[in-house]
């Protein structure tokens, strides 16, 4: 069985800004085919800046954990700062996965990403092919 952190647990267990924003100014969805995992995360966003976010999420613990943990820490944050964000950070956040459970954090850095891509380019991402969406 894998090991998680205190936080990831926390966040697994009770996860904040579950579920799709009614009217937001951007979406972004990534999924890793290999393993399953599927995050949406949508947003609204004033200044640059992300203003309310909320995410759907299916896959393993560590990837519902790490979608919850995301919609904590961007919100707030500007968009030219979550285009910064990298692997280590999201990690850090986390408080640390297990090896095998580290593909989660890229999976965030690259949702953190497309999410700025998204929002600078005016794409939308439904998010259809979330079991359930």
Known sequence: ??????????HFTNPR???RLPNPDVSAFV?????GDQILLTACVRD???????FEAYGCSASLAIASILTEHLSGMAIADIAELDEPRVLRWSGGLGPE?????RLGADLA???VHNYRNGIHDDGTTICGG
Do not use: F, K, W
């Open 1 to 10: 069985m894998p090991h998680y952190s205190p936080t990831v647990v926390d």
């Open 17 to 19: 800004n579950c579920g």
């Open 31 to 35: 999924g890793n085919p290999v393993c």
């Open 48 to 54: 640059d800046a992300v203003t309310e976010i909320g």
């Open 101 to 105: 459970q580290r593909h989660v954090a």
């Open 113 to 115: 990403h497309r999410l």
